[in-house]
């Protein structure tokens, strides 16, 4: 079954709301629409935030695990010049730093998730602590979608998003990550443009 909740009346309203309130902030902030198991009552969004803006929670179920954001070193086992912890990030940091949202509403085989951006190839690495254990998340939003796709292969994904990026690098950096997600056997990528849905591997 092919990305559907765009279908839904609940998803319309969400992202009224969302594009209402990014338009009331200037256009900054970046969004993502998610649903589990085509469950419109497990349907809700997630704003990226400033970095320097102190988050200790989160509005999904298990709050926001703390993270070290910074450059990687070469063994790849601390991160340098690191915070104390990540208030906030991208939206799709956000959600990967809240990765107990997948135990709370249950067993969850069906993620739907839309961006209002595609995905970027620059956010940071990060150390995350997951129950005591650090854990190496990589640069870009791309990179940390496909960890999370490799992590939940019990999980089937779709990914739909919208606007990209207009410069030559990153704009075919971003979209052949797509390609990339779009290509693992748990994961279908659709790009979402003025109500039409595409899959990226048809383009």
Known sequence: ???????????VHEFEACNAYRQQTG?????????????????SNIFSIDYKTPVRSSPLPGGIYPAQRGRLNSSKTKVTKPQNYQGGGHAEEIFLRSLDKFTSYGPVGRIEMYIS?????YSSAMMVNVNGSNHHVPSGCGNKL????????NINWYICFDREYSGATQGRETKQKML???AKMNCEVYRYNNGALNRVSAN
């Open 146 to 153: 496909q960890m999370m796709i490799e992590a939940f292969t």
């Open 27 to 43: 256009g900054v902030n970046e969004y993502l629409i998610y649903r589990f198991d085509s469950d419109d009552s497990t349907l």
């Open 117 to 121: 951006k595609i995905p970027c190839n």
């Open 180 to 182: 990339v997600l779009d």
């Open 1 to 11: 079954m092919p990305f559907t909740m765009h279908q839904s009346r609940r998803f």
